[in-house]
């Protein structure tokens, strides 16, 4: 299993989040899972919210899930996304939906997962100051919970963020590509690095925050 192979799984979710399994299964649960400033860099003319539709056609929820959407959404290449996603169904942590065939997340196994191996299999230590995207207790998911104004924000180095703080390094390469894309990834992801890098009172606040994105 690879790093990046969480964060597609994390991507899955945001994307059942957003357009359900089909058409008028909307969950309405986007709009309030983050505050309003919920950016952490410069926008440019490429950037924009993805903005959460009423529900899909069949065919258009499929294209959605598809390796070239997916790959397009992450920064991950096709091939390994294509990897990714059989990596995942052959562990059990990828199920295909019954009726439409697209890929869903286990959720109850990736959390489980999230919740006791990611700290050891992708560990990450703060490092050098620089300029980066908000992560971890700094990130707007999490809303300063446990987070001391005298102590300097973790960040995502990026030459458009808008903290500076002590570097991690993101779980996958392209995560500051993907989360200015999708503010339920940024949140998940954020979520996921407050774990793997918090001490135990601080895991369980996260996790307890995680939990509810993957309900």
Not at 65 to 83: D, F
Not at 147 to 165: F, N, T
């Amino acid at each position: 299993m690879k790093s990046q192979d969480i964060g597609l799984l994390l991507k899955l979710v945001a994307l059942r989040r957003k357009y359900g399994c089909g058409p008028d299964t909307h969950t309405g649960k986007g709009e309030k899972a983050l505050p309003d400033d919920w950016r952490d860099w410069a926008l440019d003319d490429m950037d924009g919210v993805r903005e959460s539709l009423p529900g899909l056609e069949d065919d258009q929820l499929q294209a959605r899930y598809s390796v070239r959407a997916l790959a397009e959404e992450t920064g991950i290449s096709k091939s390994q996304v294509s990897l990714a996603l059989q990596r995942c169904l052959e562990v059990g942590l990828i199920r295909k939906d019954h009726r439409t065939g697209v890929p869903r997340a286990n959720v109850r196994a990736l959390f489980n997962f999230i919740m006791h191996g990611v700290r050891y299999v992708f560990p990450a230590k703060p490092g050098e100051i620089t300029r980066g995207i908000a992560t971890t207790f700094a990130a707007p998911a999490l809303e300063g919970q446990l987070y001391s104004s005298g102590e300097l924000p973790m960040v995502w180095p990026d030459a458009r963020g808008k903290s500076k703080g002590q570097a991690v390094e993101p779980l996958f390469k392209s995560v500051p590509y993907a989360v200015r894309r999708d503010r339920e990834l940024y949140a998940m992801l954020a979520l996921v690095d407050a774990i793997r890098l918090g001490h135990p009172r601080e895991s369980k606040v996260a996790a307890e925050r995680l939990a509810e994105y993957l309900e």
